[in-house]
């Protein structure tokens, strides 16, 4: 793991051995279920560092402090393989970290993975944004809110903004030319109780592309009727 450890002392990081060692069985169980089920495109050794492990550790940048609080809830919607959440939950161990994702098998890799590595407080929800977000137990439940890789903003404000407590905020992961969909979202993320507040650009060389972090503030609580039913932010979204 010595890409990743490089890549994250550039964050201002420095993870122990027993963090790097997590990492590890990260990347063989990835790996070697990724053979079965179709998990990721990705399964190169450095390109699993830089592009999964480092990748999601960038998130760390748009951390408020403390970063250990023990009660910190945070939630990964669409979380896939488990990214960004679980490699941010082997560098804040003490966080309360929520898995949400839609696909069932995906889900059974996450639990397979959670034993393997000894996590504490990680719970893993299969089902979709769009209703998760209406149960109680989740809605408005959350500091901070987490996604890479799910949808255009303006979709994915309204699968993620429901889970942010007011007083919270949600980072997304994004890359390339991030302009014209903030543009497009900038309205729906005020229709839910949010405001922008800045763009962080992740600025490391490992990565060839523009990639940014993009930071929004919940500020007021998030109308009932959102999100809509399942499939509607995506194919109307809210303009
Ligand atoms: N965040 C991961 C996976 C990205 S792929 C990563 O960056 O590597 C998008 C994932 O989101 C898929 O696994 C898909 O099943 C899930 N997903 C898409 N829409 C969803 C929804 N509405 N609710 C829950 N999960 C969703």
Not at 163 to 171: P, Q
């Amino acid at each position: 793991m010595e890409k990743l450890s490089a890549g994250a002392k550039k964050l201002g990081l420095s993870l122990s051995l027993s963090q790097l060692e997590q990492f590890s069985i990260y990347y063989q169980e990835l790996v070697d279920w990724n053979q079965r089920l179709n998990l990721t495109r990705l399964t190169g050794y450095e390109e699993v560092q830089i592009k999964h492990f480092l990748d999601s550790l960038t998130v760390s940048l748009a951390w408020p402090p403390p970063k250990t609080n023990p009660s910190f809830r945070v939630i990964d919607v669409g979380t896939g393989a488990g990214m960004p959440g679980l490699p941010l939950k082997i560098l804040f161990p003490d966080i309360r970290l929520v898995l949400l994702e839609a696909t069932a098998k995906k889900a059974a890799f996450l639990h397979h993975l959670k034993d393997r590595l000894g996590l504490n407080n990680v719970e893993i929800v299969v089902g979709r944004a769009e209703e998760v977000a209406h149960q109680a137990e989740y809605r408005e439940n959350f500091d901070m809110v987490l996604s890479r890789g799910v949808a255009p903003l303006v979709t994915l404000v309204e699968l993620t903004l429901p889970f942010c407590l007011v007083g919270g905020n949600f980072i997304a992961q994004k890359k390339g030319n991030i302009e014209s969909e903030i543009g497009q979202a900038s309205h729906v993320v005020s229709l839910l109780g949010s405001k922008l507040r800045e763009t962080i650009r992740v600025n490391l060389e490992e990565f060839t592309d523009e990639r940014q972090l993009v930071i929004i503030d919940k500020v007021s609580r998030t109308p009932e009727t959102y999100p809509r039913r399942s499939g509607i932010p995506a194919k109307r979204p809210l303009m």
